[in-house]
């Protein structure tokens, strides 16, 4: 459990990460 729990303190910033260029991108093509 102690694993997963330090894993998540990389997971969650990753996921973040990823999530805001997700939604950039969509923003993006929405204004074309």
Do not use: D, Q, T, V
């Not at 694993?3 to 074309?32: D, Q, T, V």
């Amino acid at each position: 459990m102690g694993l997963l729990y330090s894993h998540w303190h990389c997971i969650l910033p990753a996921a973040a990460l990823i999530a805001g260029l997700f939604f950039m991108r969509r923003n993006e093509n929405k204004s074309e």
